[in-house]
Nanobody, 115 residues
Framework: QVQLVESGGGLVQPGGSLRLSCAAS????????MRWYRQAPGKEREMVAG????????EYADSVKGRFTISRDNAKNTAYLQMDRLKPEDTAVYYC????????WGLGTVVTVSS
């Protein structure tokens, strides 16, 4: 059974940082394209960052370029999203996503950016 479990969300002040983790079981993250999505209240889910399975293609939403960094640790079978210089508009539920032939989603972790 495949599971993606996000962690690392929480409440942070504007300008602060958080690192989200996506721990995978049942799949090897090294073999999958990994992405982070987010969904803010009342808005559509949007792709935030993605990394291809051979790491040769990394992409970011324009709204987070230069502030967020996606990575993976194959030994820990975990993907990460480092979020710096957070803004109130980054407040959302953040989801981990893995795709190869099949697609898998985590249940999400809540990030709130507020003073």
């Amino acid at each position: 059974q495949v599971q993606l479990v996000e962690s690392g969300g929480g409440l942070v002040q504007p300008g602060g940082s958080l690192r989200l983790s996506c721990a995978a079981s049942g799949i090897s993250v090294s073999l999958y394209d990994m992405r982070w999505y987010r969904q803010a209240p009342g808005k559509e889910r949007e792709m935030v960052a993605g990394i291809s399975r051979n790491n040769d293609n990394i992409e970011y939403a324009d709204s987070v370029k230069g502030r967020f960094t996606i990575s993976r640790d194959n030994a820990k079978n975990t993907a990460y999203l480092q979020m710096d210089r957070l803004k109130p508009e980054d407040t959302a539920v953040y989801y981990c996503y893995a795709s190869l032939i099949h697609e898998f989603w985590g249940l999400g972790t809540v990030v709130t950016v507020s003073s």
